[in-house]
């Protein structure tokens, strides 16, 4: 009976998967194109560099997804290292959206003096009604899930922090997922205890559900002066490709193994991968509108969060000999209009300091992570340490009684004996009986 369900299932399954490869090939095709397109129209007006850079880096993600997706629909030998370099991609596209935040915000420094802005704000706050007294306001972990605009300047280190240890995470953790599948203990899909799988999705689903809460946290606390891109729609259409995809697989790989789907061949893979492609097709006509490449057409202006689009000239004009009509108010619109850039600067810098911006949080979140393990281990060494001191003095100071006992002699001239030697005088009398 097993055989002919087996047998019928392959069966379904190679009639399906032509028809589902010419689809999703379409599919991705189309979401490529258009991506590719976008993401060309951005390199030749790349006037904001600070944003720009990070904005192809989360352009970039449809093509990826898409590519990795029929690829691994098409040879299903390959599904482990598509899902390898989809995973990585992804933890950078996340880190990339949470950078471009900051940027549209005027970097780092302008960041964190707006923070520290709102935490005063907060802080300065005139005593409630009615009350005698209000308790002071303290930055602690508590006032990150409750009021997360009191931590002032820290909101951004925990932020950054948060990105940076899911894009290590999920590099780690696809990487230890194929050298597990080489030894063929991962089992893809598969949530027995057996198996790595069940271990790494835990891990992962904690990691990112931390990096998307820590996103919505500096969200929240800044949307107010990110009005001017519209933020809520950027958001919206990126974490619906991140929290979609993943939870997606992790629900089909959760049916299969609970018997409502198939669980033999590829079919949990080749599920995930037609999905996809029908998604990114779909997300790469949402970024047209979402990132749109005709702000960066324009000259930027100095102001951070805003990007010049045209200057609106009034003029009140008034017609000679008829003073009783009403003025007309004539508007003429200009646009300042930027000169075309050079694709290969643009590649350059995105690469190159894109990768040194990348480099340089790495190496911070990572010193940020060794530095609390390091001052406990320095502490054990230390009680350690104490402990070991404190044990010899006990013995200095015993040492020190012994020999005091031994030089202290009576008044007839008979020398006092210790009690180590009373023990060692009677060993040895016994001996001699």
């Not at 399954?13 to 090939?25: E, F, K, M, S, T």
Request: hydrophobic residues 45%; charged residues 20%.
């Amino acid at each position: 009976m097993a055989s002919i369900y087996i047998l019928d299932y392959q069966s379904t399954y190679r009639d399906l998967h032509q028809p589902a490869l010419i689809v999703a090939g379409c599919l991705a095709f189309i979401a490529s194109v258009l991506s590719f397109h976008l993401i060309f129209q951005h390199l030749r007006s790349y006037t904001n560099p600070a944003e720009q850079k990070w904005i192809v880096a989360v352009l970039f993600m449809v093509p990826v997804y898409a590519t990795e997706s029929i690829l691994s629909l098409w040879i299903p030998r390959l599904s482990l290292a598509c899902d390898i370099l989809r995973n990585c991609y992804e933890a950078f596209a996340l880190y990339s959206f949470g950078s471009y935040l900051i940027a549209c915000l005027g970097g780092e420094q302008q960041v964190i003096q707006l923070l520290e802005d709102e935490s005063r704000k907060l802080l300065s706050e005139p005593l409630l009604e009615g009350a005698d007294e209000k308790p002071l306001q303290q930055r602690t972990c508590r006032n990150f899930f409750l009021r997360p605009c009191v931590l002032g300047k820290d909101l951004l280190t925990i932020e950054k922090f948060g990105l940076v240890q899911y894009m290590i995470l999920k590099t780690v953790c696809a990487f230890l997922a194929f050298i597990l599948e080489l030894f063929g203990v991962y089992g893809d899909g598969e949530f027995k205890w057996y198996y790595g799988y069940p271990y790494l999705a835990v891990v992962l689903n904690f990691s990112q559900m931390w990096a998307l809460y820590c996103l919505v946290q500096f969200y929240n606390v800044t949307h107010e002066r990110l009005k001017p891109i519209k933020p809520l729609a950027k958001f919206i259409s990126f974490k619906a490709i991140v929290f979609a995809t993943w939870w997606q697989g992790v629900g089909i790989a959760l049916l299969c193994s609970l018997g409502v789907l198939p669980n033999e061949g590829k079919l949990q893979t080749g599920l995930q991968d037609f999905l996809i492609c029908i998604e990114m097709a779909v997300a790469a006509v949402a970024h047209i509108f979402v990132f749109p490449a005709k702000p960066y057409h324009f000259l930027p202006v100095s102001e951070y969060g805003k990007v010049t689009t045209q200057t609106t000239k009034a003029v009140l004009k008034r017609e000679e000999g008829d003073r009783e009509k009403p003025a007309v108010l004539e508007k003429t619109e200009t646009e300042v209009g930027a000169p075309g850039t050079s694709i290969k600067d643009s590649v350059q810098d995105i690469v190159i300091e894109g990768g040194q911006h990348v480099v340089k949080d790495v190496v911070l979140t990572i010193n940020q992570a060794i530095e609390p393990v390091e001052k406990g281990m320095t502490k054990i060494q230390e009680t350690f340490h104490q402990i070991s001191v404190a044990s010899d003095d006990n013995k200095e100071e015993a040492e020190l009684e012994v020999e005091h006992v031994e030089q202290n002699v009576t008044r007839s001239g008979s020398r006092v004996l210790s009690s180590k030697e009373k023990v060692i005088t009677k060993i040895n009398s016994g001996n001699e009986r």
